[in-house]
């Protein structure tokens, strides 16, 4: 496997660098889904792999994610890595979108990225409310959005009303979404890809406007 899977054309202006999430690798439908939507929003997307989900593609052992500070350093040498030319957003899926949150307001004062975009952010472990992954997020300083279903069980709507978190964070939310942006089609009459492509749409025209 390659460093990057690249969608999109390679002379857009932005290039958004997306992590996967904790259990699933970059080319999952979900992250293939949502690099298509973003690059046919004009958007160049950059997808990369953490060490420990790349080690499963040669027959390592199946192990849960590092110390997030080693996934930190991860993302960092990935951001690195990118090819010169065009603004960066970074950003991710659930632990990806994480882990470039607590790189991105250091990589925004240097200069290397413009803001930061998760897609269904882990505001608490799932089933502990109590322990909430926001405190970064109180004082962040970087331009970002979270596209978040509204009953996502790592931080439903009504959660996300009750946090501190910085005014320089735009939300955007999505009927009745899950983790993986699945709302019940019965009750919203909508789909995933409906979804992806409403983040989506949300992600280019909020770059847009930075």
Same mark, same amino acid.
């Given at each position: =496997?390659?460093?990057?899977?690249?969608?999109?054309?390679?002379?857009?202006?932005?290039?958004?660098?997306?992590? %996967?999430?904790?259990?699933?690798? =970059?080319?999952?439908?979900? =992250?293939?889904?949502?690099?298509?939507?973003?690059?046919?929003?004009?958007?160049?997307?950059?997808?990369?792999?953490?060490?420990?989900?790349?080690?499963?593609?040669?027959?390592?052992?199946?192990?849960?994610? &590092?110390?997030?500070?080693?996934?930190?350093?991860?993302?960092?040498?990935?951001?690195?890595?990118?090819?010169?030319?065009?603004?960066?957003?970074?950003?991710?899926?659930?632990?990806?979108?994480?882990?470039?949150?607590?790189?991105?307001?250091?990589?925004?004062?240097?200069?290397?990225?413009?803001?930061?975009?998760?897609?269904?952010?882990?505001?608490?472990?799932?089933?502990?409310?109590?322990?909430?992954?926001?405190?970064?997020? #109180?004082?962040?300083?970087?331009?970002?959005?979270?596209?978040?279903?509204?009953?996502?069980?790592?931080?439903?709507?009504?959660?996300?009303?009750?946090?501190?978190?910085?005014?320089?964070?735009?939300?955007?939310?999505?009927?009745?979404?899950? %983790?993986?942006?699945? &709302?019940?089609?019965? #009750?919203?009459?909508?789909?995933?890809?409906?979804?992806?492509?409403?983040?989506?749409?949300?992600?280019?025209?909020?770059?847009?406007?930075?």
């Amino acid at each position: =496997m390659t460093r990057f899977l690249f969608d999109g054309d390679a002379g857009a202006p932005v290039t958004v660098l997306l992590a %996967h999430g904790a259990g699933a690798a =970059m080319d999952t439908p979900f =992250m293939a889904g949502l690099a298509a939507a973003l690059a046919g929003c004009g958007l160049r997307v950059a997808r990369f792999e953490f060490a420990y989900m790349a080690a499963r593609r040669t027959g390592g052992p199946k192990r849960p994610p &590092p110390k997030v500070e080693m996934l930190c350093g991860e993302y960092a040498a990935a951001l690195a890595d990118l090819p010169n030319g065009a603004r960066v957003v970074i950003g991710g899926k659930s632990m990806g979108g994480r882990v470039a949150s607590l790189i991105a307001d250091e990589a925004f004062a240097a200069g290397r990225i413009a803001g930061l975009a998760c897609f269904g952010y882990p505001f608490h472990p799932q089933g502990k409310p109590e322990k909430l992954r926001t405190e970064h997020l #109180v004082g962040l300083r970087t331009p970002a959005l979270i596209c978040q279903g509204t009953r996502d069980p790592f931080g439903t709507e009504q959660e996300v009303a009750g946090y501190a978190l910085s005014e320089r964070i735009a939300l955007h939310w999505l009927a009745d979404g899950d %983790h993986d942006f699945a &709302p019940r089609k019965r #009750v919203t009459g909508l789909t995933q890809a409906d979804h992806l492509s409403d983040a989506a749409r949300a992600c280019a025209g909020w770059i847009g406007a930075l």
